[in-house]
């Protein structure tokens, strides 16, 4: 994996840590992956960029969420809100930026949310570097 490409702006693609993933299936038994390309899904139902995650439905599913972290990840955390309110079981992975508009928003303080921060970085991908951010789990019951 080119690590350089990675740890710029050059991308919003962070592939999920697949033994990170695993323990996490293990717990929720995920059944969709919203935001995912051909390559790097982790369920055996996702949507890919074409199928655009944002406009479908995720009723009736338990869903792994890790979004791109580019400018659009406000709207996959809204989305995930959104979809929590109708009943959907949801876990997010995204970086743990807690003085966010969209972290105020949609995650700190409502009702049957919480959040769980991971402990040191995580290592996406293939790579061999950890990733410049902390993250963090958000669990909509």
């Known amino acids: 994996m080119n690590t350089d490409l990675m740890f710029s702006s050059k991308t919003d693609m962070w592939s999920t840590p697949q033994d990170f993933f695993d323990k996490l299936n293990n ?13 790097n899904a982790k369920c055996r139902k996702f949507y890919t960029e074409k199928e655009n995650g944002l406009i479908q439905d995720w009723s009736n599913e338990v869903v792994f969420c890790n979004p ?6 406000k709207n996959w955390v809204k989305k995930c809100y959104d979809e ?3 009943g959907t ?15 105020h ?10 959040i769980r921060f991971i402990r040191g970085r995580l ?3 293939d790579s061999k570097n ?9 669990i909509y019951n």
């Open 89 to 103: 079981r949801i876990i997010l992975l995204i970086p743990a930026r807690t003085d966010t508009s969209y972290f």
């Open 84 to 86: 929590a309110l109708k």
């Open 130 to 138: 950890s990733a410049p951010f902390p993250s963090m789990l958000v």
């Open 27 to 39: 717990e929720f038994q995920f059944t969709l992956d919203p935001c995912a390309s051909n390559e």
């Open 68 to 73: 791109p972290y580019g400018r659009n990840i």
């Open 123 to 125: 290592k996406f991908g």
């Open 105 to 114: 928003d949609y995650i700190y303080n409502k009702y049957r949310v919480s």
